[in-house]
């Protein structure tokens, strides 16, 4: 008999950049991805693998492997040009004829607002999430967007791993250009807990049938030995960087540690007070988090007075006892397990891991079956780590979700570096037929989805 219960999720996890292509039709404004050229081991953002045009092709390669849950990202410069002017009825549309072929397949879907794709209009004359107007932009984009596919999309999430905003990533993904304060850093922060706690609060009040759940890239920080300042800096990164956004998450309330260091700072002024009036009516339904490694801290290599948001930066050092990929990513399952269970029992939420898996370079010959075993691997091991979680920790785990499950350009914009268990036939710089090619990991992990996990 299974272990996980009836009515569990199984599917895949993506971002509009990195699947739609078609950067320049049906109405889509530009968005920062579209000024990122191609470089050597990275190809530009203008094709990615023409979700845009294909998808009907891909969900049912996700009937196939059995999968009932997807969740994908609305472009904001596709539904809004701009980002703050009219919407675009042709974006829109696309958006509506994904998901009733979604549906159609029995796949539910649950939509992601943002993914890092500021709309350049909004990054170039507002300088992105810094600005009280884009605040503003976005919500009115949010608004709109639940209010068109409330009626066929119960689950949302508002920011594609919103603790990034919280570390220097923020500076990256937020459309942002200056100087990386850590000023500008917890303003950033605290205006993207403002944008998520509008939309969760707009659906709580108007759209009561519909569940919004925060989002986290979740790492398990540990110490890279047993001296005490090892131990004291993991568990205090990991307040800033995870705790902090599950208190904001569940109760609208900042960790005190960090309420602390930002009145050390002279940043108390960032807490506008109609922005803490909407946080702080902030909850979730469920919390939502990403899963690829754990990290490890060294804090001889920390400077002194370094802002803890900051340790990630020159702290983080290999851990030994873990494998790696090229890209040292270190493979933990145990960590998976460790991060399922903290959330759960420090938020008391269903827990939903919506991205997990392993980036590979592959090759296909044109004729032979990839041989991704190592992918097999990985994925049955936190698997297991997830069971092991439900049966001997109590967690209450929604579904598992993998990330690019059919192969995506990464983050950085590297087709080499490969995620999915099918194989499209496109490189950083020769788009090719981009051919779908299931590899031996789709065969597997179609006995897992009809099994409910048991097979592994």
Same mark, same amino acid.
């Given at each position: @008999?299974?272990?996980?219960?009836?009515? *569990?999720?199984? =599917?895949?996890?993506?971002?509009?950049?990195?699947?739609?292509?078609? *950067?320049?039709?049906?109405?889509?404004?530009?968005?920062?991805?579209?000024?990122?050229?191609?470089?050597?081991?990275?190809?530009?953002?203008?094709?990615?693998?023409?979700?845009?045009?294909?998808?009907?092709?891909?969900?049912?390669?996700?009937?196939?492997?059995?999968?009932?849950?997807?969740?994908?990202?609305?472009?904001?410069?596709?539904?809004?040009? +701009?980002?703050?002017?009219?919407?675009?009825?042709?974006?829109?549309?696309?958006?509506?004829?994904?998901? +009733?072929?979604?549906?159609?397949?029995?796949?539910?879907? @649950?939509?992601?607002?943002?993914?890092?794709?500021?709309?350049?209009?909004?990054?170039?004359?507002?300088?992105?999430?810094?600005?009280?107007?884009?605040?503003?932009? %976005?919500?009115?984009?949010?608004?709109?967007?639940?209010?068109?596919?409330?009626?066929?999309?119960?689950?949302?999430?508002?920011? #594609?791993?919103?603790?990034?905003y919280s570390i220097p990533d923020a500076f990256e993904i937020s459309g942002y250009v200056g100087n990386k304060s850590i000023r500008d850093l917890y303003?950033?922060?605290?205006?993207?807990?403002?944008?998520?706690?509008?939309?969760? #609060?707009?659906?709580?009040?108007?759209?009561?049938?519909?569940?919004?759940?925060?989002?986290?890239?979740?790492?398990? %920080?540990?110490?890279?030995?047993?001296?005490?300042?090892?131990?004291?800096?993991?568990?205090?990164?990991?307040?800033?960087?995870?705790?902090?956004?599950?208190?904001? %998450?569940?109760?609208?309330?900042?960790?005190?540690?960090?309420?602390?260091?930002?009145?050390?700072?002279?940043?108390?002024?960032?807490?506008?007070?109609?922005?803490?009036?909407?946080?702080?009516?902030?909850?979730?339904?469920?919390?939502?988090?990403?899963?690829?490694?754990?990290?490890?801290?060294?804090?001889?290599?920390?400077?002194?007075?370094?802002?803890?948001n900051f340790y990630g930066i020159t702290g983080a050092v290999s851990n030994p006892y873990l494998q790696s990929n090229e890209w040292n990513w270190q493979?933990?399952?145990?960590?998976?397990?460790?991060?399922?269970?903290?959330?759960?029992?420090?938020?008391?939420?269903?827990?939903?891991?919506?991205?997990?898996?392993?980036?590979?370079?592959?090759?296909?010959?044109? #004729?032979?079956?990839?041989?991704?075993?190592?992918?097999?691997?990985?994925?049955?091991?936190?698997?297991?780590?997830?069971? +092991?979680?439900?049966?001997?920790?109590?967690?209450?785990?929604? =579904?598992?979700?993998?990330?690019?499950?059919? +192969?995506?350009?990464?983050?950085?914009?590297?087709?080499?570096?490969?995620?999915?268990?099918?194989?499209?036939?496109?490189?950083?710089?020769?788009?090719?037929?981009?051919?779908r090619i299931p590899k031996k990991s789709y065969y597997w992990f179609k006995n897992v989805i009809s099994s409910n996990g048991d097979f592994l």
């Amino acid at each position: @008999m299974t272990e996980l219960k009836k009515g *569990f999720f199984w =599917g895949n996890s993506t971002s509009s950049m990195q699947t739609e292509g078609a *950067f320049d039709e049906g109405g889509k404004g530009k968005s920062v991805y579209d000024k990122r050229p191609a470089g050597k081991n990275s190809s530009d953002w203008q094709t990615a693998i023409d979700e845009y045009h294909r998808y009907p092709e891909d969900i049912e390669l996700m009937k196939d492997m059995g999968m009932n849950f997807y969740r994908f990202q609305i472009s904001w410069s596709r539904v809004c040009p +701009d980002g703050d002017g009219k919407f675009n009825e042709e974006g829109i549309q696309f958006y509506s004829r994904l998901i +009733d072929n979604l549906i159609d397949a029995n796949i539910t879907p @649950m939509i992601c607002l943002y993914h890092f794709d500021m709309p350049l209009h909004l990054a170039e004359k507002y300088n992105g999430f810094v600005s009280d107007y884009v605040v503003k932009a %976005f919500i009115r984009y949010g608004k709109e967007m639940v209010d068109r596919f409330g009626d066929r999309v119960k689950y949302w999430i508002t920011f #594609n791993e919103q603790n990034l905003y919280s570390i220097p990533d923020a500076f990256e993904i937020s459309g942002y250009v200056g100087n990386k304060s850590i000023r500008d850093l917890y303003q950033i922060q605290q205006h993207v807990i403002t944008c998520h706690a509008a939309m969760a #609060n707009y659906i709580h009040d108007v759209h009561q049938d519909l569940q919004i759940g925060g989002m986290l890239a979740y790492q398990e %920080f540990y110490p890279h030995s047993s001296l005490p300042n090892d131990i004291a800096i993991a568990r205090k990164f990991n307040e800033f960087v995870n705790t902090n956004l599950i208190k904001l %998450f569940t109760s609208g309330r900042y960790s005190n540690e960090v309420l602390t260091y930002m009145e050390s700072k002279g940043l108390s002024d960032l807490f506008d007070p109609d922005e803490m009036k909407i946080i702080r009516r902030c909850s979730s339904d469920f919390l939502s988090f990403s899963y690829y490694s754990t990290a490890t801290l060294d804090s001889t290599k920390i400077p002194v007075n370094t802002c803890p948001n900051f340790y990630g930066i020159t702290g983080a050092v290999s851990n030994p006892y873990l494998q790696s990929n090229e890209w040292n990513w270190q493979i933990d399952p145990v960590g998976f397990r460790t991060v399922l269970t903290t959330i759960y029992n420090e938020s008391g939420l269903p827990v939903f891991p919506i991205e997990n898996g392993i980036g590979v370079r592959e090759e296909w010959d044109g #004729n032979h079956l990839i041989q991704d075993d190592y992918r097999i691997s990985y994925h049955r091991e936190h698997i297991q780590a997830l069971k +092991d979680a439900v049966r001997e920790d109590g967690v209450d785990v929604m =579904g598992y979700l993998g990330w690019g499950l059919i +192969d995506i350009p990464s983050s950085s914009g590297n087709v080499d570096k490969r995620y999915g268990m099918v194989f499209v036939n496109r490189t950083n710089h020769d788009l090719k037929d981009m051919k779908r090619i299931p590899k031996k990991s789709y065969y597997w992990f179609k006995n897992v989805i009809s099994s409910n996990g048991d097979f592994l």
